[in-house]
């Protein structure tokens, strides 16, 4: 590899220029607009001294994104635009160019037994296919309702289309004999990318401190004995002289080698300080070495990970984010006590120095939809993703989007799969990393290992104005604490029989909240030690905190255990924290009844950027810097919706103290009335004819929502990927 110290990557964007967004997301122009208020109010603080509270983060310098350079080459037109998207390298997802998005799909084949659990899968090749056709490990989805499958471990890692014919990979199938319940199509095919692959950026002029930030790496799908070494260029190219030819200077070079087994990405900085002043274009280039691998199949898959332009500029207002999500963790157990102890009693010490919202609701009482109502601030019945295997819709911008649009570096330390990186959660960050463990139906948690690489990352990227996202399933089910912390359990209850599986026993439902209590003791100190370590890195008083939860658990208050299966306050009313020292008042306590829709445009209140204005949810802003009431309407849950989302299933509404809850079955609709205020366990519905009027009222409201944002009808996945489909398994969600 031949690198230049004397280069650092950054990019100065000319005056008046804004980093545009990506394509196919019409309607966000002027979202990332930051309001004069704030950014006046930090010149003011910094300027002319004035009797500003606490520190100003105005008087810092950060590092900023400037230009991320597959944000510029997605609004090429499609003729110029290169392959990019989200690539995985184990555990790790980036944006990247050279990304092979979307899979090709052939014509449903015949899939005959050989014997044992041997198989031939014979596929007819469509007219169009030509020889440069290549299958790896291709995966066979069926004709089952859920539209999943499972993949077939080729014993020949590339096979070759025809231009007529058939063709055929033999290998093991998952089942031992085919039945008439699969019916086989072949997905995951690829096209032999060109062996010379040339990106071009558009003019862009480089300020002082500029730096380029980028990874290298394959994509692990090409890690076959017919792969090709790829070299991998970065140069810069200069406004050439009248008449003559562009002249390119190469300021990095490296070589990948898929036969290295190595798939991981490689990070490279570059600074660009001999160019301040210049205005260049960037070359990124990817060549197949020469080679007689493959015969004439020249192939391989380089990546270019999360390239961007970074440089120094002064905070301003704008603060950093960390949005923390405990999945599955009740409101009761944050402030909560059991046998006369606090169940996280460091955590109730850190969310006293912020505001904490008494009254959270969710918005959906599962993961993938929940979660994705906190990142976009709508609810289900606009967008529509609420399994792992839909696609947010690319019209509807999420928060690390708009933050990203606006300067932030983003990263993300999710787990277990819900949050599949495919549904649209890792749009928008630069890195997006996925912890699963060593087998589908280990879903313990780990909650440390991605606290531990949270914290690294934040030590790199110390210096940047960041949005960060952690999420962890540490008190999802099965609850398995460590033996220190199962403090809350009685008697030989803590751990399963002699001879049970400890990740699929139960216990009475006391026993089971006993040790759901112990998990979350276990991910109390967890979680401090990022608190600590925001602390330590001195992020802790620009930095504001939000810890929430995506939804709560049933011990059997109304018969059920888990969640999914009910709208009742054990899986809806999660709790939710917002801390930001010199901001944010300690102390508060706000009791006024808000939905996790509502932390999107709260966040972008908080930092000064415009929020897009068809969001359900409202910003929190007022309420805790000037203790004024939340706008009072009514806020709604749904539970199990399928398109076109309506109350075929569940749906619950709450306003003020009064909740409805409404279950529709065999065309038949019941409805469930609580005052929460009287009964907050909801155990005595209420028979008020006047109150069921209202409740129909509120009912419409929540169908008119679904018309207030741009979403066409969520695009499914195809396919899920086989470990992600095994998790889901492991943790209910699909059989």
């Known amino acids: 590899m031949r ?298 898959l380089p990546l270019w990970g999360a390239p961007r332009l970074v440089e120094p500029r002064r905070r301003g207002s704008g603060r950093n984010v960390v949005l923390i999500s405990l999945d599955t963790l009740r409101a009761d157990q944050l402030g909560g006590t059991l046998d006369d102890r606090a169940i996280m009693p460091e955590l109730d010490r850190w969310a006293s120095g912020g505001a904490r919202f008494s009254a959270a609701m969710s918005a959906y009482p599962s993961t993938t939809g929940s979660h994705m109502s906190l990142f976009t601030g709508l609810y289900p019945i606009a967008h529509r993703t609420v399994a792992a295997d839909q696609r947010l819709a690319p019209t509807i911008p999420t928060l690390a989007e708009l933050l990203a649009l606006d300067g932030w570096a983003t990263a993300a330390f999710t787990e277990d799969a819900m949050l599949n990186a495919g549904s649209g959660f890792s749009r928008g960050f630069d890195f997006y990393r996925e912890f699963r463990g060593s087998s589908a139906w280990e879903s313990a948690g780990m909650a440390r290992e991605g606290v531990d690489a949270a914290l690294a990352w934040l030590e790199k990227h110390a210096n940047e104005r960041f949005f960060l996202f952690l999420h962890t399933y540490q008190v999802h089910s099965p609850y398995l604490p460590p033996k220190e912390f199962d403090v809350f359990s009685k008697g030989d209850h803590s751990e399963a029989p002699a001879g049970v599986d400890p990740t699929t026993w139960q216990g009475t439902a006391e026993e089971e909240r006993r040790r759901y209590s112990g998990e979350a003791r276990y991910l109390d100190g967890v979680v401090k030690k990022l608190m600590d370590g925001l602390d330590r890195l001195g992020l802790d008083p620009s930095t504001i905190v939000v810890v929430t939860a995506d939804h709560g658990e049933e011990f059997e208050e109304h018969g059920g255990r888990g969640h999914s299966a009910a709208l009742y306050e054990e899986s809806l009313h999660v709790p939710l924290v917002v801390r930001a020292p010199d901001l944010i008042s300690p102390g508060q306590t706000v009791a006024d009844p808000v939905s996790l829709i509502d932390v999107v445009p709260t966040l972008l209140d908080l930092l000064g950027v415009r929020a897009p204005a068809f969001l359900h949810g409202v910003s929190l802003e007022p309420a805790m810097l000037r203790g004024a009431p939340v706008p009072s309407r009514a806020l709604f849950a749904e539970n199990k919706p399928s398109p076109p989302f309506s109350l075929d299933n569940l749906l619950a509404a709450r306003q003020g103290s009064s909740k409805w809850i409404f279950r529709k079955r065999d065309g038949q609709t019941t409805l469930e009335a609580y005052d929460l205020a009287t009964d907050p366990a909801e155990r005595h519905p209420i028979e008020n004819p006047a109150l069921h009027h209202k409740a129909e009222l509120v009912a419409g409201g929540y169908m008119k929502l679904g018309g207030k944002a741009p979403p066409p009808p969520a695009t499914p996945l195809q396919p899920v990927e086989p470990e992600t489909r095994r998790k889901l398994r492991a943790l209910g969600y699909v059989e």
């Open 3 to 300: 690198s230049h110290p004397e280069f650092s990557l950054r990019v100065y964007a000319p005056a008046g220029a804004t980093i545009r967004p990506a394509s196919g997301h019409p309607g966000w122009a002027g979202v990332a607009q930051r309001p004069v208020r704030l950014v006046a109010a930090g010149l003011a603080c910094a300027l002319l001294q004035l009797g500003c509270s606490g520190p100003q983060p105005a008087d810092q310098m950060v590092v900023e994104p400037v230009l991320r350079f597959y944000d510029e080459f997605a609004v090429l037109p499609p003729a110029q635009r290169l392959a990019q998207g989200n690539c995985r390298l184990g555990d790790d997802i980036r944006p990247a160019f050279g990304c092979l998005s979307g899979s090709e799909l052939l014509d449903r084949g015949k899939l005959r037994g050989i014997g044992g659990e041997d198989v031939e899968l014979e596929f007819e090749a469509r007219p169009r296919v030509s020889k440069d056709l290549i299958l790896l490990r291709p995966t066979v989805i069926t004709k089952r309702a859920d539209g999943l499958g499972e993949p077939v471990k080729a014993t020949v890692g590339v096979a070759r289309g025809a231009e007529t014919g058939a063709s055929t990979v033999r290998g093991r199938w998952p089942h031992a004999q085919p039945s008439s319940e699969w019916q086989p199509v072949l997905l995951a095919t690829l096209r032999v990318p060109p062996a010379r692959q040339v990106r071009v950026s558009a003019p862009t002029r480089i300020g002082p401190g500029a730096r380029i930030l980028f990874s290298t790496g394959y994509d692990p799908r090409g890690t076959v004995p017919e792969a090709q070494p790829a070299a991998l260029r970065l140069s810069v190219r200069r406004a050439p002289a009248a008449g003559a030819s562009p002249a390119d200077e190469e300021i990095f070079r490296t070589t990948v080698e898929p036969a290295a087994g190595i798939a991981a990405w490689q990070d490279h900085e570059i600074a660009l300080d001999r160019l301040a002043g210049e205005t260049v274009r960037f070359v990124f280039e990817s060549e197949i070495v020469p080679g007689d691998r493959g015969g004439d199949l020249r192939f391989t």
